[in-house]
């Protein structure tokens, strides 16, 4: 029997807004469907088409109020667990991210024998850029 991760989800504030960002990372839409007013919004990387990143807006039918505004309020804070995007050269991919906008919160660091940076999208969700070895 096999298993595979096949979408792995981000809670964002606009999924417009996501989607554009993460356009900046290289991603393209695999999946963009509603459901009056879900939206299933998936993203993948031509680079690991088997993996997708769901773009998702807490709100119902799945969460009610107080839980959209409090998953609103965690991801904005950066409280979410980062993700981890590897790299062939973590500088030369800080240059050209940081030309087409994407904001880092830390610049490439040398630790460990590797090269990190990092950066957030829109909504708070954090990320490491890491040097691949």
């Avoid at 981000?10 to 990372?25: I, N």
């Avoid at 409090?70 to 904005?76: G, K, S």
């Avoid at 991210?97 to 630790?111: A, I």
């Amino acid at each position: 029997m096999t298993q595979n991760i096949n979408v792995v989800g981000l809670y964002v504030r606009d999924q417009d807004e996501a989607l554009a960002f993460y356009g900046k990372l290289g991603f393209v839409v695999h999946t963009d469907v509603k459901n009056g007013n879900y939206r299933w919004l998936t993203v993948q990387h031509p680079d690991q088409p088997s993996l997708q990143l769901g773009l998702f807006k807490p709100g119902p039918p799945v969460h009610d109020a107080a839980t959209t505004q409090t998953l609103n309020e965690i991801v904005a804070k950066g409280a979410m667990p980062p993700l981890v995007l590897t790299v062939d050269n973590c500088r030369a991919a800080y240059d050209r991210l940081l030309g087409r906008g994407v904001e880092f919160t830390q610049k490439p660091v040398e630790r460990y024998g590797k090269v990190d940076a990092g950066f957030r999208d829109p909504s708070g969700n954090g990320w490491k850029m890491i040097e691949a070895s």
